[in-house]
């Protein structure tokens, strides 16, 4: 889960084998075998039960799970991806009861709770029991997507005052969670992973295989998440930055330096901001289209999206609407215009640092738009230095003819 980046080895395949091997022990799976360790850093006495059916979703859990997930009623079961199976119970209360089993030989096993789809953001719950016998259970913050940005004991999931609980029965793993949300939980994106190595001092080694599912627990069906949220994402992400952070600002750069250009200025500025606007429009589409994809949920950077997006229409409108220059509400359309559009700017990069955020981006995307915002602004204040000497040279040049009439 530090990494999502498979990375093969001989000793890793060879864990691999055993993992095949125990799924194949399933089907002989005895229930006198089983061993069990307990709930987060106690263990747990298992025993009977067991049942040799893959998914083992009728097999009775109170033989070796403590209160409340051994007796749970009203259980929906759910085999979710590999040999992983979700077991969940929901009451009116929103007081949500998860037992995630999966086939465990070394390592550990977690499940992720994700905004957007993606690993950077999301909270897991990871369990695991070492090399002598101890269940562990920990849940971790993934603020990024190097190893040392998966924080152990960090996170956004709503856990209760219940202890969680690991517990080995039989070939397989079972981790236990209680979570109390403010609202029902319906579409959930959730992420599932193993690795094979154990974590060491709370560090979790490279996971060997994940997937991200999204998964509706009013119905318990499974969906595929889409696979393109990455590409999506990044997509999204260069629009927002060529439109709003590059084409946009220099148009805007035009009619204040180069006036003196005329015309030309003004076909060059509605031609910049039209391709400006475009490239916003579609950053903004490709927003929605995730949002309906994966039911993320960022009120605030998708308000300010929306906000621009108004403001940019109205200033569309503007250019169409545009008085003559000896109109009288001509003044009042250039305080408009200008300060619409000024306003329109600033939360355009306000809302590129906040989505950068959100999505976790790396030191590379920073430095781009750092790249960017510095080349804007330093025209800015080149052509700002450059404006001012040439006033200057004009107010000198107009108080030396005033004091020099020519006779």
């Given at each position: 889960?530090?990494?999502?980046?498979?990375?093969?080895?001989?000793?890793r395949l060879?864990?691999?084998?055993?993992?095949?091997?125990?799924?194949?022990?399933?089907?002989?799976?005895?229930?006198?075998?089983?061993?069990?360790?307990?709930?987060?850093?106690v263990?747990?006495?298992?025993?009977?039960?067991?049942?040799?059916?893959?998914?083992l979703?009728?097999?009775?859990?109170?033989?070796?799970?403590?209160?409340?997930?051994?007796?749970?009623?009203?259980?929906?079961?759910?085999?979710?991806?590999n040999?992983?199976?979700?077991?969940?119970?929901?009451?009116?209360?929103?007081?949500?009861?998860?037992?995630?089993?999966?086939?465990?030989?070394?390592?550990?096993?977690?499940?992720?709770?994700?905004?957007?789809?993606?690993?950077?953001?999301?909270?897991?719950?990871v369990?695991?029991?070492?090399?002598?016998?101890?269940?562990?259970?920990?849940?971790?913050y993934?603020?990024?997507?190097?190893?040392s940005?998966?924080?152990?004991?960090?996170?956004?999931?709503?856990?209760?005052g219940?202890?969680?609980?690991?517990?080995?029965?039989?070939?397989?793993?079972?981790?236990?969670?209680?979570?109390?949300?403010?609202?029902?939980?319906?579409?959930?994106?959730?992420?599932?992973?193993?690795?094979?190595?154990?974590?060491?001092?709370?560090?979790?080694?490279?996971?060997?295989?994940?997937?991200?599912?999204?998964?509706?627990?009013?119905?318990?069906?499974?969906?595929?998440?889409?696979?393109?949220?990455?590409?999506?994402?990044?997509?999204?992400?260069?629009?927002?930055?060529?439109?709003?952070?590059?084409?946009?600002?220099?148009?805007?750069?035009?009619?204040?330096?180069?006036?003196?250009?005329?015309?030309?200025?003004y076909?060059?500025?509605?031609?910049?901001?039209?391709v400006?606007?475009?490239?916003?429009?579609?950053?903004?589409?490709?927003g929605?289209?995730?949002?309906?994809?994966?039911?993320?949920?960022?009120?605030?950077?998708?308000g300010?999206?929306?906000?621009?997006?108004?403001?940019?229409?109205l200033?569309?409108?503007?250019?169409?609407?545009r008085?003559?220059?000896?109109?009288?509400?001509?003044?009042?359309?250039?305080?408009?215009?200008?300060?619409?559009?000024?306003l329109?700017?600033?939360?355009?990069a306000?809302?590129?640092v906040?989505?950068?955020?959100?999505?976790?981006?790396?030191?590379?995307?920073?430095?781009?738009?750092?790249?960017?915002?510095?080349?804007?602004?330093?025209?800015?204040?080149?052509?700002?230095?450059?404006k001012?000497?040439?006033?200057?040279?004009?107010?000198?040049?107009?108080?030396?003819?005033?004091?020099?009439?020519?006779?």
């Open positions: 889960m530090a990494s999502w980046v498979f990375r093969a080895s001989p000793s060879l864990l691999r084998l055993l993992w095949a091997l125990g799924l194949l022990s399933l089907v002989a799976a005895d229930g006198d075998a089983s061993y069990a360790a307990g709930a987060a850093e263990g747990y006495g298992g025993g009977g039960g067991g049942g040799g059916e893959l998914e979703c009728n097999n009775d859990l109170s033989y070796f799970l403590p209160p409340p997930y051994g007796n749970m009623s009203n259980v929906i079961c759910k085999p979710v991806w040999t992983f199976v979700l077991r969940y119970t929901q009451n009116e209360d929103n007081v949500m009861n998860i037992v995630l089993s999966a086939v465990y030989t070394t390592g550990w096993v977690g499940i992720g709770f994700s905004k957007d789809g993606m690993m950077v953001g999301s909270s897991a719950i369990g695991w029991v070492t090399k002598k016998g101890q269940a562990r259970a920990r849940q971790y993934l603020q990024g997507s190097r190893k940005q998966v924080i152990a004991d960090k996170g956004e999931l709503p856990l209760t219940i202890p969680s609980s690991v517990v080995l029965h039989g070939p397989r793993i079972y981790l236990a969670f209680q979570l109390k949300f403010e609202k029902p939980l319906h579409h959930q994106p959730l992420i599932l992973a193993f690795g094979f190595s154990y974590p060491t001092h709370l560090h979790l080694s490279h996971h060997d295989d994940k997937t991200t599912i999204r998964f509706d627990f009013n119905a318990g069906s499974t969906s595929d998440a889409p696979n393109d949220l990455g590409k999506m994402k990044k997509n999204h992400g260069i629009l927002a930055i060529l439109g709003w952070g590059l084409i946009l600002p220099f148009g805007a750069i035009i009619p204040r330096y180069f006036k003196h250009k005329d015309p030309l200025w076909y060059l500025h509605s031609v910049i901001q039209l400006g606007f475009v490239f916003g429009l579609a950053a903004v589409v490709l929605q289209q995730l949002y309906n994809k994966i039911g993320a949920h960022f009120p605030t950077h998708r300010i999206g929306i906000f621009i997006l108004v403001l940019s229409i200033q569309i409108l503007a250019f169409f609407l008085p003559n220059k000896e109109g009288k509400i001509r003044r009042y359309w250039n305080w408009y215009h200008h300060s619409m559009g000024r329109a700017l600033l939360f355009g306000l809302n590129i906040l989505g950068m955020q959100i999505g976790g981006a790396g030191d590379d995307w920073k430095i781009g738009y750092g790249f960017v915002l510095g080349i804007v602004l330093l025209s800015v204040i080149v052509l700002e230095v450059l001012w000497i040439k006033r200057s040279e004009e107010k000198k040049m107009a108080s030396t003819f005033q004091m020099n009439p020519v006779q």
